[in-house]
């Protein structure tokens, strides 16, 4: 066989200068006797003695010549090679007994034919993205049994999880599995709280009673916006299929079904079309106290992005508007630069023609820079570079809408600041969260700036037609909103929770929605965020490199060592 290679045992066992004995497998009372290279799969040949004096009597254990039958079970593996053992367990008789001994290997699993630290790897691995395939190809084990692995461990715990809510509390829709479900996520930590399996009134009803402690929730933080609530999750449309016939809803459709409650989370745009201004606040009014009997204390706080998404799409629109109105505007601009007596000259025809052609022209080099360069248009610029900042005075002069409207949206922009990140090292975090809190603003600072930006942009009727969305937003949201400045919270942590399950879904091939739950709950418990060891991050260095981190390391292994000797 191909890619074989050998290594005795006496090469595999070593002491090193401390003392401290190096096996391969490193595994209490057990030998490497080879390690087989078979391609890519490493096997490993092992003796197992579990000591030297008899348990009960303390005599002197004798080794007979006859073993037991081999039995091979899995390790964790080593590198991208895969471990498999063979291990021999020597029978050992007692002299004084006059029996043999019999043992129980500790770090061997009671009911699969793997070791421990293997089904902890297994746990961990699940933690991140790869794959049960994955795992399964990396631990030569079926991708059932991993499956089963993590799942049963994972339900044992479940079973112990505390259903109380967190102080502030982040409720969003995710949609996969070509339906809606709920998702609960603590605001403070980001961590998942729990995923419901549909967007109905009961079901979240259900879990919210479920909790003990209702009356500790603060806030409440929920994306209010109404078109632009899916700007994360959008669910396929229904259309026609390639047949021609139109595509029959989804057999879980009725989960859809709205109430009060899910009217005030997660308002319908279709809803806005159709109801005045009264029915809307009247039907929002309704859904408050809904809530309020179920999180008597909380405070609903409106999702900045949301709100900042609809100014944002206010101004676009206005921008696709004006490209599409360049052409009626040079070809008035070049009309007007001919005389009389030219077109008399040149016949009415010629004239009509050339004004055509120019302004095509024209409207074609615009249109290409309304379209290559509309990220300058979106950047909040302070300071703009001078390219930029020639670029939009170009823009600017020619269409006085544009500006006008760039300058209301930056001023709604900074209707509430930009919160800095919290940075990687202990003093960082410290420091931001500092910054954070003198970003906080009165509750009398967010209504008055709110009011300014909405009085600046009633009195111009174009911006208004345009910015109408935020507009109705703020009337019918007003002290959410203003929560957003006076709280410092924001929805991001649980919009943040649909890319992580739409790529698990897509690299999976898909999953159902209890192992899908699984793994989001589990991911949560065992995030590793930092590319270093926690203990790393407690220094001051905003750099670390692996010069400093094998330091620290050795500082923190004798740390370690000295607290468990006796």
Request: aromatic share 8%; with cysteine; proline share 4%.
């Amino acid at each position: 066989m191909e890619d074989q290679a050998s290594v005795p045992g006496d090469e595999v066992r070593k002491e090193n200068s401390n003392g401290y004995l190096v096996d391969f497998l490193d595994l209490p009372h057990c030998t490497t006797l080879q390690v087989d290279q078979v391609e890519h799969v490493q096997l490993v040949h092992a003796l197992y003695r579990p000591g030297e004096r008899c348990v009960k009597c303390k005599g002197v254990l004798k080794e007979i010549l006859k073993k037991n039958p081999e039995e091979p079970f899995g390790d964790i593996p080593r590198g991208n090679n895969p471990v498999v053992v063979v291990l021999t367990r020597a029978r050992q008789f007692c002299i004084r007994c006059r029996k043999f001994q019999g043992y129980v290997i500790p770090w061997y699993h009671k009911t699969r034919r793997m070791t421990d630290r293997l089904i902890r790897y297994i746990w961990a691995r699940a933690a991140t993205q790869a794959t049960f395939e994955e795992i399964a190809f990396d631990t030569c084990l079926d991708a059932n049994t991993v499956e089963s692995v993590f799942m049963d461990h994972f339900r044992g715990i479940d079973e112990k999880r505390t259903k109380n809510l967190p102080r502030v509390l982040g409720i969003d829709e995710v949609h996969f599995s070509h339906r809606y479900h709920t998702i609960l996520v603590d605001g403070d930590t980001g961590k998942t709280v729990d995923l419901l399996d549909g967007l109905t009134d009961d079901l979240i009803k259900d879990r919210l009673n479920e909790a003990s402690n209702r009356e500790t929730v603060e806030y409440l933080v929920q994306d209010f916006s109404l078109q632009f609530r899916r700007a994360a999750t959008k669910p396929p449309s229904r259309g026609r299929e390639k047949n021609g016939k139109e595509s029959s809803p989804s057999p879980d459709a009725k989960q859809t079904e709205r109430g009060p409650l899910i009217s005030l989370l997660f308002p319908d745009p279709a809803e806005s079309d159709t109801q005045d201004s009264a029915e809307k606040k009247m039907s929002i009014q309704r859904s408050r106290e809904v809530l309020k009997a179920l999180l008597p204390n909380a405070k609903v706080v409106g999702d900045h992005y949301h709100f900042k998404k609809a100014i944002e799409d206010g101004f676009n629109n206005m921008r696709v508007h004006v490209r599409n109105t360049l052409f009626d505007l040079y070809y008035d601009k070049i009309k007007e630069e001919y005389t009389e007596f030219r077109k008399t000259l040149q016949g009415a025809e010629n004239v009509e023609a050339e004004v055509k052609a120019a302004a095509t022209k024209l409207v074609k080099i615009r249109r290409n820079e309304l379209n290559r360069k509309k990220h300058i248009l979106f950047k909040h610029l302070k300071d703009p570079i001078v390219v930029e900042s020639e670029w939009l005075k170009k823009i600017f002069a020619d269409h006085p809408i544009l500006k006008r409207g760039w300058e209301a949206k930056n001023q709604g922009l900074n209707i509430f600041p930009v919160k800095p990140p919290l940075g990687k090292t202990k003093k960082a975090r410290e420091a931001a969260r500092i910054e954070r809190a003198a970003l906080l603003m009165t509750e009398q600072e967010a209504s008055k700036k709110l009011d300014e930006w909405v009085a600046s942009v009633v009195k111009d009727e174009e911006l208004k037609e345009y910015f109408k969305t935020p507009l109705n937003m703020i009337a019918n949201w007003r002290e959410e909103i203003i929560r957003i400045g006076t709280t410092g919270y924001s929805n991001a942590r649980a919009e943040s929770k649909n890319r992580y399950l739409r790529r698990l879904m897509a690299i999976s091939r898909g999953l159902g929605f209890e192992k899908l739950r699984a793994r989001l709950l589990w991911a949560d418990e065992r995030h590793r965020a930092n590319r270093w060891p926690s203990f790393c991050y407690d220094q001051e260095e905003d750099k670390m490199d692996m010069k400093r981190f094998v330091e620290l390391a050795r500082a923190h292994i004798a740390k370690t060592r000295a607290s468990e000797r006796p």
